[in-house]
């Protein structure tokens, strides 16, 4: 059983199965994050949804890229949680498994390319608490002590 995070299922919503990719991305103390503008201001680790036929790893390389404007390397997986939520955006009901990984930023390409997503260094032990998700903190407490 995948631990849960967040608030449960929503009795009579109907949930699709919404796999994702998101990583701890550490260059000394730091922490590269992504601030997303809306629908809520939030920070969040870089990452998202993983789309028919792509990897995980495939997919956090493109969402890291997409949100940040940089490219990862030596990533390795730390785990998985799953979480029930609405995403306004997509006028779904979603059951997020996310798969979190940690991951060297290698190189900036250039400004993020996901609208309404800016990319935000900050220290690592400053970041988890300002987390939006209550998975990802938890991950990033784990991994950043």
């Known amino acids: 059983m995948i631990r849960r995070f967040g608030k449960p299922p929503e009795a009579g ?19 590269l994050l992504t601030h997303q503008a809306e ?3 939030e920070l969040q680790l870089p990452g998202g949804g993983i789309d028919p036929g792509e990897s995980p790893v495939a997919a956090l390389h493109r ?14 997986k730390l785990g998985a949680y799953r979480r029930f939520t609405y995403m306004p955006e997509y006028d779904l009901w979603a059951e997020k498994l996310c798969h979190i ?15 309404l997503h800016t990319a935000v260094w900050m220290d690592a032990r400053d970041a ?10 938890h991950f990033t407490s784990l991994f950043v002590r």
């Open 63 to 76: 969402e890291v890229f997409e949100e940040t404007g940089w490219a990862i390397g030596r990533l390795r």
């Open 128 to 137: 988890a608490p300002l987390l939006a998700s209550s998975g990802d903190r």
């Open 39 to 41: 629908p809520e201001p």
């Open 101 to 115: 990984y940690t991951a060297r930023p290698a190189r900036r390409l250039g400004p993020p390319t996901e609208p």
């Open 13 to 31: 919503a109907k949930y699709t199965i919404r796999p994702g990719a998101y990583a701890i991305l550490l260059r000394g103390t730091d922490m």
